[in-house]
Nanobody, 116 residues
Framework: VQLQASGGGLVQPGGSLRLSCAAS????????MSWYRQAPGKQRELVAT???????NYADSVKGRFTGSRDNAKNTVYLQMNSLQPEDTAVYYC???????????WGQGTLVTVSS
C-alpha cells in the first residue's frame, strides 16, 4: 500500500488543522491506520490509531483535542487537530498495518508547525 499525507502547515497556538492520508494499491479496509509524529530531536511517537472498526485510540497528550477518522470509500484517513499548541510541532506520519500482518507501511510525512 502507498500512503500520501497532506494538510500540514503553519498555524497559531489554539488553531486547527486537518491532516489527510490517502492510501492506494491495496484494500484499504484491511488496514489498521495510525498517525505518528516526530518532533525535532525526539523519537517518533504514536498519536492515534484508527482501527478497522470501533473507536480510535489516542495518546494522552492529544486526547480531547485530536480526532482520528477514516473513510473507507475514499481510502483516506484523517486527523483533525484542534487547540494546537507549540508542543504539537512535528512531522506527522501516517502508518498502515494490515490486520493479519506485522509489516508497517509509512507515508512521507507532513510538517505541522504551531507558532505565533
Amino acid at each position: 500500500v502507498q500512503l500520501q499525507a497532506s494538510g500540514g502547515g503553519l498555524v497559531q497556538p489554539g488553531g486547527s488543522l486537518r491532516l489527510s492520508c490517502a492510501a492506494s494499491g491495496s484494500i484499504f479496509s484491511l488496514y489498521v491506520m495510525s498517525w505518528y509524529r516526530q518532533a525535532p530531536g525526539k523519537q517518533r511517537e504514536l498519536v492515534a490509531t484508527i482501527p478497522r472498526a470501533g473507536s480510535t485510540n489516542y495518546a494522552d497528550s492529544v486526547k480531547g483535542r485530536f480526532t482520528g477518522s477514516r473513510d473507507n470509500a475514499k481510502n483516506t484517513v484523517y486527523l483533525q487537530m484542534n487547540s494546537l499548541q507549540p508542543e504539537d510541532t512535528a512531522v506527522y506520519y501516517c502508518n498502515a498495518r494490515r490486520y493479519d500482518q506485522n509489516y508497517n507501511y509509512w507515508g512521507q510525512g507532513t510538517l505541522v508547525t504551531v507558532s505565533s
